[in-house]
Every structure is written in C-alpha cells, then in structure tokens.
C-alpha cells in the first residue's frame, strides 16, 4: 500500500467557496513522525557517546591520535558506501525493513563495542575496533537512509519543516549522549555505557515494526552519476562535506584537547559539548520552517552559516596567529555558534538536492527520494572519514589550534563558492521571471524559472500548469 499523503492538496472548488481549514496530520503521519523521531534519537546516542571517553580509553590500550582517526574514519567510510548501495536499491530492499534491519545491527554492535576493553591492549584492541565500528556503520547507513527518505516521502510539501523537527530528537541524542555516557563510564566503567544504550537501541526495534507502515513503489532508472551533473548539487554536496568533517574533527579531538588543556573530567566534557548540541537542537526546526515557507532563504542560510561556522572553528583554539589565549568560556561560546551554525547550513541542503532532483527530471517517488537520501549520507560519511583522520594527524604533528583552523578555512571556502554561484545565478533567474510574467503565469516559485526554461527547450511553449509546491 503506498503511504504518500499530500498535505496540500489543490482546490478544485469555485472561486466563491471560502478558503478551508489546513488538514490535520492523518495517524498513518503521526506514527511515521513517531517512529523516525525514535529513530534519530536512539541512533544518535549510541554513536555519541564515545566522544567523551572513547579517545582517552583507546590511548590505555595502546592507539595513536592517528589511529583513533582512522577508527573514527573506518565508520565513515562503511557509512559512506552503505549510503550509496541502499539508497541506490531502497525500493529492492523495502523502506520499512531496511530501517529496522538497520537497528537491529547498530544495536548488537553497540553492544559488541563495550566487550572490546576485554581485549588484550594494542593490535587485537584496534582490529576488533575496526570491525565493530565497520558494521555498525552499515547497519546506521539503513536506518538513517530509509528515514530521510521516508520523512520526505510522507510529507513531501514540508520536507524541511519535518526534518528541522526531527532534528529536536538527533539534537536531544547528541545532547545526552556525551554526559550520560561521560557519568556512566566514570560510575559503572567503560563496558555498561554501550551496554545500556545498545539496549535501548534494541527496543526500538520491535517498537518500529508495530508502528511504521509500509511503503510500495517503482524503481527507477535514474543513477547518482546524474544527480551530480549539476554544479548546483556537487556545491551543496561540497557544504556537506565540510560540515560533517568539522563534527567529526571535533568528536575524535576535542575532548583530549579540553582535558588536558582545562584539566576537565571525561564528564564535565560531555557537559561542553552541550554547548555545540543544544544551539543546534533549537534552531533546526524554526530554521527548517523558514525554509519551507521562504525556500528563497536557503540559498542564505546554506552561505552564512558556513560562514559562521568559519569563524567559530578559528576562534574555538584559537587561532594561534591571534595570539589570543585559549579560555574555557571561549571554547564553549564558539561551540554554541558552530553548532548554531550548522542547523543554518545544514537543514537547507536536502530540499535543495530534492528540488535539483525534480529539476532534472526525476520521478517523484520513493526512488528519488532513496538516492537523494543516500547521497546526502554518502557524502556526510565522506567528511565524517575526512575530518578525524586529517584533524587527528594535524593535531598530533602541529596542535589542535592549527587543526581547528584549517577545519574553518575548509568551510569559509565552501561557503564562498556556493556565494559566488548564487550571485551569478540570479542574473539569469531575474531573466527567466521577466520572461514568465509575459507568458502570463503568476503563481512562480524558487524551480519556477528552471522548470519553465526546460518547457521552452523543449517545445518552445511556456508551461501551462501551476509549478509543483515547495
């Protein structure tokens, strides 16, 4: 049975009839909400609570800054190219079971990474890192890909609206991770913080077979070799790319840095690291808001929030030409602009890919929406392989000051470049309105321009219907 419900359905009625009440949300939209809201939060407290105690306990056991990296990185990578594969074949596997699937092993695995410290120190330690790590990420490829894929499914008119509240919950995983499983770890041990929390990962599971439909649909033909043809996409794809890495750079150095630099404890780091979530938790959804009803604003938002997100990288060590010293309130200031920062960039960058997508001439179907899902997670993995691996190398040889620098100049160039391109694009999209208020049509959009321009390639004749909402 297909689940797509359109939440703004077009009035056939007469001109006379008074405008009607918004639809309320069907229970079939309410469970889905429900069921990736458990989703998001479950699979995000799992993976950050290493954060706090992680770094430290694989120094004990023999590991390298750079091998710590790579740990990080592995996951990364696995992540990168389960992305790819699943949403690639998202109709093949089926939305529902490749998300409870993916819970499923993300549990076992969570539980497997707490029995590692058994282990004997060194090679044995590192390996089992690797292959723990490796197949955690394939298993949180699928969940998270058949979520962004079936959030946008359900509610295609406020995808942005939608994923910026589903993000409160991803916010709420990444906010208690770090001090609960600080405060467990330094309670209970390094075993019990994944023990617990695989658990509660595995309750999900049956949780979400009971309430999440189920969703049919068609493959497609289309491939990701297409959606990359645009400029547009490979410069959204690019903002990805830095904004993962930054999180990542962060989750593999910051905490060594804070506790040798303030001699903090591993839970008052998972306490700072709140000031990264919770800006970020509260913004995404008014910013995904924002987006829905004014999309002109993303092409903003996705540019000065990597900006900011810039400036706070420099200023988080800070940047030792400043000659500025480095305080604990400073730290902690820069931390709530990134994370503030990327809720800005970050929310807008799905339904931009979605809408070059349908520019291009995709389907508007579960198909599209799994590659557009498993691109958006194959180049998220990139920059999460990127930023441990490059950051835990750059700190060790120089110092995490000069890491946290160059992470911020990585993003000040991406936000440049999708600047300059906007600038130069909307030239050619004042033309293209002009060109459509002649031919008549006066309901336009952000993909009113683009959409008419391919209708007069084609058959030279103006589009003769309202253009698909956003």
């Known amino acids: 049975m297909d689940t797509h419900v359109d939440l703004q359905q077009p009035d056939n009625g007469s001109a006379d009839e008074p405008p009607s009440t918004p639809p309320r949300m069907s229970r079939q939209e309410i469970l889905t909400l429900i069921s990736m809201a458990s989703v998001n939060f479950s699979s995000m407290i799992c993976y950050s609570i290493l954060g706090p105690f992680f770094p430290t306990e694989a120094v004990k056991k023999g590991a390298s800054q750079t091998v710590i990296g790579l740990i990080f990185g592995c996951y990364a990578v696995c992540n990168l190219f389960g992305s790819l594969i699943m949403g690639r074949y998202i109709v093949q596997i089926g939305a529902k079971f490749m998300l409870v699937a993916g819970l499923f092993v993300s549990s076992v695995c969570t539980m497997l990474f707490g029995l590692i410290d058994r282990t004997p120190s060194g090679r044995d330690f590192i390996i089992l890192c690797f292959v723990i790590r490796s197949i955690d990420a394939l298993g949180f490829a699928g969940a998270m890909t058949a979520s962004f894929a079936v959030s946008a499914k359900v509610f295609p008119n406020n995808i942005a609206t939608v994923l910026g509240s589903l993000e409160i919950f991803t916010g709420l995983g990444l906010i208690l ?234 993003c000040c160039f991406a936000a440049h470049l999708c600047g300059v391109y ?34 007069q390639h084609d058959g030279g004749q103006p589009a003769g219907e309202t253009p698909r909402p956003q």
């Open 177 to 410: 991770g770090p001090p609960i499983g600080g405060w467990l770890y330094q309670s209970f041990g390094y075993e019990v913080p994944f023990i617990a929390l695989g658990c509660l990962l595995l309750i999900m599971v049956p949780f979400n077979i009971y309430i999440l439909p189920s969703f049919d649909a068609e493959p497609s033909k289309d491939s990701f070799i297409r959606l990359l043809t645009r400029l547009k996409i490979l410069l959204i794809c690019f903002v990805i790319f830095t904004l993962s890495s930054g999180l990542s750079f962060l989750d593999a150095t910051l905490s060594i840095f804070a506790i040798e630099k303030f001699n903090l404890s591993t839970g008052y780091v998972g306490l700072i690291l709140l000031g990264l979530s919770l800006p970020y938790c509260l913004a995404s959804p008014i910013l995904g808001y924002i987006t829905d009803k004014c999309p002109a604003t993303r092409s903003w938002f996705i540019v000065l929030g990597g900006l900011a997100t810039a400036v706070g990288f420099c200023l988080l060590g800070p940047m030792p030409v400043l000659n500025i010293p480095s305080q604990l309130w400073l730290m902690i200031c820069m931390l709530g602009i990134i994370g503030f920062a990327l809720g800005m960039s970050a929310i807008p960058t799905f339904p931009e890919i979605l809408d070059c997508a349908y520019e291009e001439g995709f389907d508007e179907g579960l198909s599209t929406l799994g590659m557009v899902s498993g691109l958006f997670g194959a180049v998220w993995s990139l920059g999460m392989f990127y930023g441990p691996i490059v950051g835990g190398v750059i700190t060790q040889q120089l110092s995490f000051e000069w890491a946290a620098t160059m992470q911020g100049g990585l």
């Open 422 to 455: 906007y600038f130069c694009l909307k030239p050619r999209q004042s033309r293209n309105l002009r060109a459509i208020h002649d031919n008549g049509i006066t309901h336009v959009d952000e993909t009113t321009p683009l959409l008419n321009e391919e209708s």
